[in-house]
């Protein structure tokens, strides 16, 4: 039933509480319970909204680092993940197995913006040994929704 | 000049959707629920397979009965889904969608004035492909009281001793009805006792809601005297592709397989080679298509619901069969105001036969998005006429 509730709000988070009961075939107090709980859970962790940026004049800049840093005793990599997430310019931060460690996603106005964080408050971290940025040139695909396409249905308007 | 047509094919009546289709083409802004298939694009797995295969340059004939990889992999398919098991050497034919595995089962095992009982309302074709077989079609009329399942006592009234084939379109296209185990058990017994065959139209197979499949292949001494007709495009939404199959006693198949050979040749290679895919890997697709069927279905029936509009719940394809009759219209008549008044098509189910007059055939095989304006529209079409009749 969570699941259910789960699998479909992950990609429609705006239906109505009403409609998603009868999608599901539950009732609404229910879904509306179950929600509920799965906030406070944490299971789910925000409603947002997918974006395509670049139909929007506001310049934005998106880079993902690879950082290789030396584990802590006793802490392992908890602590300086969250010496980096803990920046606002920081999108996503996740732990990567491989030949490097960290794989932080960042945002920033400019380029200028990106290459500061990095070399100023990155690089500068005792803990890091090495970054290596990649500035994201174009999205395709994003949370599982193909950007720049626009489906129209091309089915004939009436089959037997 | 002689006349060159024949007077056979002549006489056949054209499709009902058609004259439909040309009024609702020429409008614009139209919300159509009138599509018979799949809203989703093949899964792109089966895809790549089938361009992966052209880019091997396999553009080459198959054999007549289909690449063996394909009969293999429909019998380990048919095994699993149907648990009835066929020889994939001579008891499997792949054909250009199932509609022509109906058209060449109807050629292969009619003779002149044989009879064949079509249960109604259903998919347009079994009876055009009747009388071009020479047989002679015998409607049973289902009825809306039985939830649209054909039962023994429809079954046996309808029997002569010239009836060779019974046709079982379940799960049903247009009334989405299907038959369940104990509904079938007593057609099969009647089949085995009266010595008929059965050409059991499976193509909605996979799309039941809450009720398992069942083939009436599967049951005591069906398997013998049933061609069991399946395909591609509902299941793994592949329409375009024009594929499907029958699989079936031996004898029958090769005969089917002589028309076959000389009308079609093979079933597209590129197409066959994506259809191996479908049956290898597609199981999560089919999964994830039903469960988003069985939303928009829901949804459906709770819309008519809250407008008052009788519908009996269906749990199989992608249909639901609404029932008009209180606005005491023809339901031709209903679906072009319909359509004149709020842009809404619809296919109105006399083009599904006789029985079906009276109902809407509604697809659900649209995105949530679309049918809740549709609902909007067809709520909004309600109550004007109950309006106007008060």
Known sequence: ?160 | MRNPLSEKIVTIRPSGIRKFFDIASERKDVISLGVGEPDFDTPWHIRDEGIWSLEKGRTFYTSNSGLMELREEICRYTQRKADVSYDPKSEVIITVGGSEAIDIAMRAMLDPGDEVLIPQPSYVSYEPCTILADGKPVIIELKNENEFRLTAEELKEAITNRTKILVMPFPNNPTGAIMERADLEKIANICVEKDLFVLSDEIYSELTYGKQHVSIASMPGMRERTILINGFSKAFAMTGWRLGYACGPKDIIAQMTKIHQFAIMCAPTTSQYAAVEALKNGDKDVEMMRESYDERRRFLMHAFREMGLPCFEPYGAFYVFPCIKEFGMASEEFALKLLDDQNLAVVPGSAFGGSGEGFLRISYAYSLKNLKIAMERLSAFLTKLRGSAS
């Not at chain 1, 879904?31 to 925000?46: D, P």
């Open chain 1, 1 to 160: 039933m969570r699941e259910k509730i789960l699998t479909f709000i992950e990609k429609n988070s705006r239906v109505d509480l009403k409609e998603l009961a009868v999608i599901l075939g539950m009732t609404e107090a229910d879904v509306a319970n179950e929600l509920e709980a799965m906030e406070q859970e944490g299971i789910i962790c925000g409603y947002h909204t997918l974006i395509d940026w670049d139909k929007v004049t506001t310049e934005r800049v998106n880079a993902l680092i690879e950082v290789r840093v030396t584990p802590q005793r006793g802490k392992g990599f908890d602590s300086i993940a969250e010496r980096i997430y803990k920046y606002p310019e920081v999108e996503a931060c996740y732990l990567i197995s491989g030949g490097y460690d960290l794989l932080v996603s960042l945002e920033g106005k400019t380029l200028r913006e990106v290459s500061a964080f990095v070399s100023e408050k990155l690089s500068t971290l005792e803990t890091v040994i090495s970054t290596s940025t990649h500035f994201i040139l174009k999205k395709y695909k994003d949370h599982g929704t193909i950007l720049h396409q626009k489906k129209e249905d091309e089915r004939m308007i009436m089959t037997p």
